[in-house]
């Protein structure tokens, strides 16, 4: 049984409401992105002018780092657009497809949860998952050099979620069917609250 799907089904109106934000969201990054290009580029250019060597190096090291924000930003923002990318979370397994920040690269995970052993996050926000010899678990990684099994070889595999919803419904609804550590809060009930409504029943002799 289906219990979560991203990203979710959408009518005709919605698939072009969608198409028109996302293509509003690509030019306005991309205008973004050459701008701040051209702005590191006279940076750079500045420090050949520059006759301190301190002040030359550190004029190029903002423009280098300038750049690369630039064109890292551009990237996560057209991955949070890419169509390809789904998860869908049933009752007994998960279906999953990835993508990756700077590479082309496409990784699809179909996850039964009866082959997990155990599972957590790491600090990235990734989910590690365990997994136990001679599972079923098929995750292809595809890219321009090919396609090749994203299980290492000591039988782990790394989910990353675009959509951070998805995550947060499979860990806080399914971690005993994945072996997730789940935390357990106290609730800390107002003893100041109830004093204060007895105290005036006891001054009136009740």
């Not at 959408?10 to 290009?37: F, P, R, T």
């Not at 321009?144 to 609804?173: R, Y």
Request: charged fraction near 25%; charge should be negative; hydrophobic fraction near 35%.
């Amino acid at each position: 049984m289906l219990l979560y799907e991203y990203p979710p089904e959408l009518d005709v109106y919605g698939k072009q409401q969608k198409a028109i934000h996302d293509l509003s969201e690509h030019k306005k990054m991309q205008n973004n992105m050459y701008k701040n290009l051209v702005l590191a580029t006279v940076i750079f250019v500045i420090g050949f002018f520059v006759n301190v060597l301190i002040i030359k190096v550190l004029l190029w090291l903002i423009a280098v780092g300038n750049a690369l924000t630039a064109l890292l930003l551009y990237n996560v923002s057209a991955l949070s657009r890419d169509t390809s990318l789904y998860t869908r979370i049933y009752d007994d397994r998960l279906e999953h497809c990835q993508g990756y920040t700077l590479s082309k690269k496409h990784t699809t995970v179909v996850l039964f949860y009866s082959d997990i052993i155990r599972s957590y996050q790491n600090n990235h926000g990734d989910i590690i998952v365990y997994l136990k010899d001679g599972h079923n678990c098929s995750a292809q990684t595809v890219s321009k050099k090919g396609t090749e099994n994203a299980v290492s070889q000591d039988n782990t595999l790394k989910l990353k979620f675009q959509d951070t919803k998805a995550k947060l419904f499979l860990i806080d609804n399914l971690y005993e069917q994945i072996k997730y550590p789940h935390k357990e809060y106290n609730i800390i009930e107002d003893e100041e609250d109830e004093d204060d409504l007895w105290d005036p029943l006891h001054k009136h002799g009740l």
